[in-house]
């Protein structure tokens, strides 16, 4: 029966109605994904990302779980694809401004910002020496520093480096651009604004760790022993601060016993009334790696419900059967310091036994929760969000979608199959316009 | 053959800092009359002209680029239709090993000489086209099934939606109310599948044929034969991709047992109390009185191990709906939930929390001790671990247990019928799901152009049905695209290359078709291998697999493999130069030695690295020929094999491990030591690995002497 396909329409080509371009605003692991899936269906992308490189949160993590393999090893396939693949197009350090249009025809505004070095770079490194001018790591959510001038990460994509204009003096200083033998630096760039068409638009910005400063209760920011779990990614990254040793941030030393503090901020109506989906998983994570680090170190993880849906649930048991890694559920109360030992004191209650605990401990690593990025100002048009800064699917604009945890906190998994949704609806809005 | 070669030596980024490249221009230039060779000070910027003048004014149609690793500048450096070969002089020789020294020249002229080999023996691929059907085979239309269609459709393909009941919406069509989707995520939702069925059957191009069933499919993406019986008869259809969506079913009673289902009358399943719902007659089945105190068990607790892969977070919330639905139905009705663990992530939360405000919905942890009935039929808990304060004792007119959602992949032999060497099912997880890299490619199955979406996946959600349907038909639709243009699928998208076997010397062993993770070999009636190269993956393992080394491709052969490990210059009667061959995977080993380099460090330069497609890709005769040839040690640099593989091929790392006892063998043979030959695990972030672990091999060899085959 060759005749099934007949009456459907045929591929179409890109009129003036119509753009076969798909916009990506986004370039982590949903953007990104997203943006494979559409092109090699034979589509346009062009993918918006306000880094100096792809890959977003994910190039920061460590490992994944359950596999607990190395985020880079499928960006490296990814990044791979997208260079053998002429119909991906990517800005990095641009944002989008404005999304404007109808479906099958938008158009899209772009502010570019200066990286201040363009694509004659080789990323030799020859500058980073010569640079003066420093700037806390934000790679690594601030533990260390890099120079004003710099290289996010080592597998960063694109190898470009770029100028932090926040640290640097520019054209005051200039040291880089003596230096550089492929006249790479420019300093006198400046943002520039474009326009662009597209079909339709997805959106995958992505989230932001929840501030833990804002949790009075648990000492973030006040002891230097208290981190965040993303920066519990970084301190057992190779590529982190420590290269890879879990030391504590105050004194250096290792940490022989740590304390995971779930829902720091997550499913509390003072902070964050949802459930951040991802961090009981995470928190068992990183236990592994405290545990790989220190064999006689302890985990202990206080959750109120451990969230480990479906075939997770083996990856709990398989991290639980290590006899140094406990889980209490119950509800920290107060972290503080002891002014003597210079070790924490972790208060909470403990449900099973109805009663309260005491952990004097080494290290302290707040769960604490996803954010959505749109919180920091979303693209003027029409996009709707929710209370909680998500995209709101059914009031946005036809030919606008979400993806990852730009419509609700998820993991890398559900990013990677909402991005391969999103591209499909995508590409139905581009064939739906053009044959109207 | 190549035909006219060009080499290009770059002297940029600290290069001709590091080794003598005028050495190596001249090295070229004998190794390759008749074509230019040049230098710059960076080949990657205005002189990238250089190279392509010479191309295309001078007839050069394969390109050697000694300058960057291939990781960087892969546009700069396409010059299509030329062949272009990179040898990497800078993250792997100059940003890793003293300057000047003479063994890092000679790693970087044994890397130009590989370079040249590879350049000389690689011949343009010859795509394989064929004409192509563009239509996609939806099986199951639940809701997964329907929203691939849906999207299908509307991208312009034909569809043929092929459904086991007489009705359409599967599992969708059956539920009463859905979980909120919308602010303030407290309400339940009507479904929208009628609307959803309407949509698909106002679509064009779509055959719906339903009371059907897939009984036997045959071929490759873009020319795939299906059978399908109905109640009307048989119809045969060709279809260029399949998505597989033929949902779960709910465990049997067996698996409650414990719980007293079909033992007491008033015990449910959450699938039954659904049915009533829908019905508006939630009521007990031993005396059909309304059921006014219910409660609900999530079976998720410690002792429920054979439930926790097919529940998931959907067992929790859909305790939570039916809770509602039991106070919407009665006035003063009761309900109450008792879990392990509670799952409502992301914005479920808010739905939970609306929950736990209705002062008639009762939520604990607790673990039924016992369980028992009384003489009016209402079933006795005996609740432990509970929050209320020690055990408790609750009489109720209704228990309902969750449901497990066991996927239907692990019914028979699956709802395709493949005619496949390999088996008629798609491979599997222990769980039944369908097997898949599920982090990095969910939708992908081992059999290319077959994808999966919905419970057969996992357990999950409506919307997450929908969604995945939307995926899998987009995955389909590309698998169409890229077949239609000869192209490889994911992993190695776009490949145009494809393995050829040299038949004359096939034994017929079947090693290959057995091997293959993705079931692309057939055997004909000679019992000779048949590739269907649609369905290849171009990951070689076929080629690791043979033992007569007849597979090869145009750009990756055996040949070409052993005449790179040839090229290498190895000194003799010098113990302070041993000669290493590391065969590194390309998509993780080999980035990790570039990262060694971009941070600087140091490892042995007298370790020669081969990239390969995959570990699976390297036959153990290629390991025993290096060996012959006079290689001191091989490394064999891979990923992770076993339940958490991370191979993109599933199991190519782990092929290699079972071929290291034929590697082990002709070591034996040759009466040398095994530690000679070696599988390291070596993950793209580990590049802070690679000094000691090189660099401990390197001592493992020269305590164990040279390799006394040197010079033979």
């Known amino acids: 029966v060759s005749n099934v396909s007949e009456g459907a329409a045929a591929k179409v080509p890109a009129t003036p109605e119509v753009s076969r371009n798909i916009l990506v605003i986004g370039g982590g692991i949903a953007g990104v994904s997203a943006a494979l899936e559409a092109a090699e269906a034979g589509y346009d992308v062009t993918i918006i990302e306000k880094n100096p490189y792809l890959g977003g949160r994910v190039a920061q993590l460590y490992r994944y779980f359950p596999k607990l393999c190395p985020p880079y090893c ?59 001018s420093e700037r806390p790591n934000a790679f690594n959510f601030g533990l260390g520093k890099t120079k004003a001038i710099y290289l996010a990460h080592e597998m960063a994509f694109p190898m470009k480096y770029a100028i932090d204009d926040s640290a640097c003096k520019l054209t005051e200083c200039a040291k880089c651009v003596e230096v550089c033998e492929y006249n790479a630096i420019d300093l006198g760039m400046r943002p520039k604004t474009m326009t662009l068409k597209a079909g339709a638009v997805i959106i995958a910005t992505g989230w932001d760790p929840y501030d833990a400063a804002r949790i009075d209760n648990l000492g973030f920011g006040k002891y230097p022993d208290v981190i965040t779990n993303v920066m519990m990614e970084r301190l057992a990254a190779p590529n982190g601060p420590t290269k890879g040793k879990i030391l504590r941030p105050s004194n250096g030393r290792e940490v022989e016993s740590a304390v995971f503090v779930q829902c720091a901020g997550s499913r509390d109506q003072n902070h964050l009334g949802y459930c951040s989906a991802i961090c009981c998983l995470a928190s068992l994570k990183e236990a592994t790696y405290l545990r790989e680090r220190n064999p006689g170190a ?92 998500f995209v709101l699917a059914a009031q946005t604009g036809a030919g606008i979608f979400a993806a990852g945890c730009a419509k609700a906190p998820v993991d890398v998994a559900t990013s990677v199959q909402d991005a391969t949704a999103a591209a499909a609806m995508a590409i139905e809005t581009i064939q739906t316009s053009a044959r109207r | 053959m190549a035909k006219k070669t060009g080499v290009y030596v770059c002297r940029g980024c600290g290069i001709a800092d590091a080794i003598d490249t005028q050495k190596l221009v001249r090295l070229a230039t004998a190794a390759n009359p008749g074509g230019p060779v040049r230098t710059s000070p960076a080949f990657c910027l205005e002189d990238a002209r250089l190279i392509r003048s010479d191309i295309e004014q001078h007839g050069v149609d394969s390109v050697v680029v000694a300058a960057c690793s291939l990781r960087v500048n892969t546009d700069v450096f396409r010059f299509e239709p030329a ?56 099986v199951g239309a639940g809701a997964a099934g329907i929203s691939a269609a849906i999207s299908a459709a509307r991208s312009g393909f034909g569809v043929v939606l092929v459904e086991k009941e007489v009705e359409l919406g599967g599992y969708a069509a059956r539920l009463h109310k859905q979980f909120p989707t919308r602010p303030p995520y407290e309400g339940l939702e009507a479904t929208d599948i009628a609307a959803q069925i309407r949509d698909l059957r106002s679509l ?19 020319r795939f034969s299906v059978k399908i019986q109905g109640g009307t008869g048989a119809t045969e259809v060709t279809v260029g991709a399949i998505v597989l969506a033929t949902g779960w079913r709910p465990a049997g009673p067996e698996k409650y047992e414990s719980y007293g289902l079909g033992k007491y009358p008033n015990v449910v399943t959450t699938a039954d109390l659904e049915a009533m719902a829908a019905k508006r007659q939630i009521s007990r089945p031993s005396d059909q009185r309304p059921a006014r105190r219910v409660a609900f068990v999530l079976c998720d607790g410690p002792r429920d191990d054979a439930h926790l892969a097919y529940g998931g977070n959907v067992s929790s919330l859909v305790a939570l709906k039916q809770a509602t639905y039991v106070r919407a139905q009665h006035t003063g009705a009761v309900a109450y939930i008792f879990y392990e663990d509670m799952q409502t992530p992301g914005q479920y939360e808010y739905f939970y929390k609306s929950v736990q405000r209705d002062p008639g919905i009762l939520l604990s942890r607790a673990q039924v001790r ?4 009384d003489r009016d039929r209402n079933v006795v808990l005996e609740l432990g ?24 992949t692990l019914d028979g032999e699956g709802a395709l019928g493949l005619k496949y060497l390999q088996g008629r099912n798609v491979p599997t997880t222990p769980f039944g799901y369908v097997d898949s890299h599920f982090i990095c490619f969910p939708y992908e199955t081992r059999r290319t152009g077959v994808y999966s979406a919905g419970a057969v996946r996992q357990a999950m959600d409506l919307p997450s049905a929908t969604r995945d349907g939307r995926a899998a038909a987009l995955k389909a639709m590309q698998s169409i695209e890229k077949s239609s243009a000869g192209q490889a699928v994911h992993p190695r998208a776009g490949d145009l290359t494809y393995p050829g076997f040299f038949m004359q010397k096939c034994t017929s062993c079947g090693r290959c078709t057995q091997e293959c993770p993705f079931g692309a070999l057939e055997l004909n009636e000679k019992k000779n291998p048949v590739l269907n190269t649609n369905r290849c993956r171009r990951c070689g393992i076929c080629m690791g697999a043979c033992p007569v080394q007849i597979i090869s491709f145009n750009d990756y052969s055996v040949d070409m493999l052993s005449s790179m490990i040839r090229a290498v210059d190895i000194p003799e009667g010098d113990e302070e130069k041993p000669r290493i061959l590391a065969l590194a995977c390309e998509n993780d080993a080999y980035p990790a030695l570039d990262m060694a380099g971009i941070n600087r460090l140091q490892y042995p330069a007298s370790v020669r690295v081969i990239p390969v497609r995959c570990l699976g890709s390297v036959n153990s005769i290629l390991i025993a020929d290096a060996v012959s040839r006079g290689f001191d040690g091989v490394a064999l640099l891979g990923c992770k094999p076993g339940e958490d593989y991370q191979c ?17 063998e002709t070591l034996e043979r040759l009466a040398l030591e095994p530690e000679r030959v070696k599988v390291m695990e070596l993950a793209i972030s580990e590049s802070d690995r690679i000094p000691a672990m090189l660099g401990d091999f390197v001592n493992v060899i020269k305590a164990v002497g040279p390799n006394p085959m040197k010079g033979f």
């Not at chain 1, 002429?86 to 249009?101: L, N």
């Not at chain 1, 140094?324 to 449900?351: F, N, S, W």
């Not at chain 2, 191009?205 to 993406?221: A, K, N, R, Y």
């Open chain 2, 385 to 408: 671990d509970t929050l209320l304060g020690g055990d408790i004792q609750l009489v109720v007119d209704l228990l309902v247990v969750a449901t497990d959602m066991v996927p239907s």
């Open chain 2, 204 to 222: 064009p191009g779509v055959m719906i044929l339903t009371g059907s069933s897939v009984q036997e499919i045959s071929g490759e993406p873009g």
């Open chain 1, 298 to 389: 302890r985990a202990h993880i206080f959750y109120i419900d451990m969230r480990t849906p479906g075939t997770y649930e083996f990856f709990q048991r398989k991290v639980l059967s290590d006899e140094h890694i406990a889980i209490m559920k119950g509800k920290v109360a107060k972290i503080t310091e002891d002014p003597a030992t210079r070790r924490l004191v972790v208060e909470a209650e403990d449900i099973l036994s109805a009663g309260k605990t005491r952990l004097s401990v080494d290290l302290v690593v707040l769960a604490s929760g996803m954010v959505s990025s749109l919180a920091r100002g979303a693209p003027a048009g029409p996009v709707a969000l929710d209370g909680d800064h």
């Open chain 2, 83 to 138: 062949f272009v070969e990179r040898v990497n002089l800078r993250e792997q020789v100059a940003w890793s090993h003293p300057a000047g020294h003479g063994e890092t020249q000679s790693l970087a002229e044994d890397n130009l000489r590989m370079g040249l080999v590879r350049a000389h023996k690689a011949s343009p691929p010859k795509p394989y086209i064929e004409a192509n059907e563009r239509t996609v085979l939806v």
């Open chain 2, 648 to 664: 993109h091929f599933i199991r190519g790392s782990e092929l290699l491990q079972t071929r290291m006892g034929n590697v082990q």
């Open chain 2, 370 to 373: 016992r369980l028992s009935e």
């Open chain 1, 74 to 132: 499928g960006l490296e396939i990814n990044f791979r694809r997208i260079k053998d693949n002429p119909m991906i197009r990517f800005h990095t350090m641009a944002e989008v401004e404005k999304i404007s249009g109808r479906p099958g025809n938008f158009d899209v505004a772009v502010v570019l910002y200066p990286r201040y070095v363009n694509d004659r770079c080789t990323a030799c490194n020859a500058c980073v020496a010569a640079c003066p």
